[in-house]
């Protein structure tokens, strides 16, 4: 597609409950970010893979959150038994680089899915 | 390790002024530097990034900032400012190219006063 979808824009989660979040990146963009942005907060990473390999998972906050990207594209991160604090926007994020210099490369982001956790 | 602080959650010019929006960051390594905006309900856009060369940065929207390896800062500016640059600025830093990862400042949010 022409830029980076992200499914659901808005959810809405009793405590406890488990929800599932879909990036879909643009095509052919080896990279994918994951990132947390809380409210009035820069975002803050959370994993990051290369093709379907997650090199870095460095940044989720804990064993409830976990990230999968089995085909190398749509990744979907999955959060357990969900608590109020992981209440934030999700960020999804892709890029064609995957070389020493990626860190050079541009990320598109999505536009983020909004999780409430009641 | 790399790390961003933006001076300043909020700033707020009037129309046609100029927009200062100050960024500093620590990186033991030659640092990559990103500026982004965020509209209301939307994802990040890249308005500048530095890597290497010009240490003087022209991104959209007339919106240039200025590497000083000296001082540690990546500051944005404009020289007159417009209702739509209402908006939030993130700062970023890409330090640690094993790790690919960017590092973003808190955020400053501009306000354009008519």
């Known amino acids: 597609g022409a830029g980076v979808s992200q499914s659901p824009r808005y959810k809405v989660a009793k405590r406890g409950q488990d929800v599932a979040l879909r990036c879909d990146p643009i095509s052919g963009h080896v990279s994918l970010f994951w990132y947390q942005q809380a409210l009035g907060q820069g975002p803050e990473f959370l994993t990051y893979f290369q093709n379907e390999a997650q090199l870095d998972k460095s940044g989720l906050p804990s064993d409830r959150f976990f990230a999968e990207r089995p085909e190398g594209s749509v990744s979907t991160l999955k959060i357990q038994r969900t608590q109020q604090e992981d209440s934030a926007v999700y960020l999804c994020?892709?890029?064609?680089?995957?070389?020493?210099?990626?860190?050079?490369?541009?990320?598109?982001f999505g536009a983020g899915s909004r999780l409430t956790v009641l | 390790a790399q790390s961003v602080t933006q001076l300043g959650s909020h700033v707020s010019v009037s129309e046609g002024a100029l927009v200062l929006l100050r960024c500093n960051y620590s990186s033991s390594v030659p640092p990559y530097l990103f500026w982004y905006v965020q509209y209301p309900n939307q994802g990040l856009q890249l308005l500048l990034k530095?890597?290497?060369?010009?240490?003087l940065v022209k991104g959209i929207n007339g919106f240039e900032a200025e590497f000083k390896k000296s001082e540690t800062s990546f500051h944005l500016t404009k020289p007159s400012a417009h209702m739509s640059d209402a908006a939030e600025y993130f700062c970023a830093v890409s330090a640690d190219t094993g790790r690919r990862a960017l590092t973003f400042g808190s955020g400053t949010r501009l306000q354009v006063q008519p």
């Open positions: 994020a892709s890029s064609y680089g995957q070389g020493t210099l990626s860190g050079a490369n541009v990320l598109t």
């Open positions: 530095y890597t290497t060369g010009a240490t």
